[in-house]
């Protein structure tokens, strides 16, 4: 029964390679991954939450912290900023690139918060390419232990 499922015509991996390029040119702006965000978005960015905030690490590798800007209002955190192209921080000379992934220019990332976080005490770190966002959550908003009393 199953015997014809595994015997079925796989494409080669450039055939699979130039349909992967079609639907990324039909749909740009689609997921083509299992990544949440289109391929190419930079920067990279993990998202969780403790008790006490929400953490937003940002990788952000070859950027100094003066070259990003950041913001956040109406619950709307937006990371902003400019990044040289490769050959011009290196001091190369042009080239003809048959594939290029890391881009040059203007870029900006939106993320959405959750509600119940404290704009206002918001904290921003950078170290080797990581800026670490703490947005710390209000206070009614933190889990908190109720005593349970004997009848």
């Given at each position: 029964?199953?015997?014809?499922?595994?015997?079925?015509?796989?494409?080669?991996?450039?055939?699979?390679?130039?349909?992967?390029?079609?639907?990324?040119?039909?749909?740009?702006?689609?997921?083509?991954?299992?990544?949440?965000v289109p391929r190419g978005a930079f920067p990279?960015?993990?998202?969780?939450?403790?008790?006490?905030?929400?953490?937003?690490?940002?990788?952000?590798?070859?950027?100094?912290?003066?070259?990003?800007?950041?913001?956040?209002?109406?619950?709307?955190?937006?990371?902003?900023?400019?990044?040289?192209?490769?050959?011009?921080?290196?001091?190369?000379?042009?080239?003809?690139?048959?594939?290029?992934?890391?881009?040059?220019?203007?870029?900006?990332?939106?993320?959405?918060?959750?509600?119940?976080?404290?704009?206002?005490?918001?904290?921003?770190?950078?170290?080797?390419?990581?800026?670490?966002?703490?947005?710390?959550?209000?206070?009614?908003?933190?889990?908190?232990?109720?005593?349970?009393?004997?009848?």
């Amino acid at each position: 029964m199953f015997g014809d499922f595994w015997r079925t015509n796989v494409p080669k991996s450039s055939d699979f390679d130039w349909f992967q390029q079609v639907l990324d040119e039909m749909f740009p702006s689609a997921a083509s991954d299992i990544r949440s965000v289109p391929r190419g978005a930079f920067p990279m960015i993990n998202m969780g939450r403790t008790d006490d905030a929400i953490l937003v690490y940002v990788f952000a590798p070859g950027l100094k912290a003066e070259q990003l800007e950041l913001s956040v209002q109406d619950n709307v955190l937006t990371l902003s900023g400019t990044r040289e192209p490769a050959a011009a921080e290196n001091g190369r000379p042009q080239r003809a690139y048959y594939r290029r992934e890391r881009f040059g220019g203007e870029f900006s990332r939106t993320i959405a918060l959750p509600d119940g976080v404290d704009t206002e005490r918001a904290e921003a770190r950078a170290a080797h390419g990581v800026v670490e966002i703490r947005l710390p959550k209000r206070e009614e908003m933190k889990p908190r232990r109720v005593e349970i009393k004997a009848a």
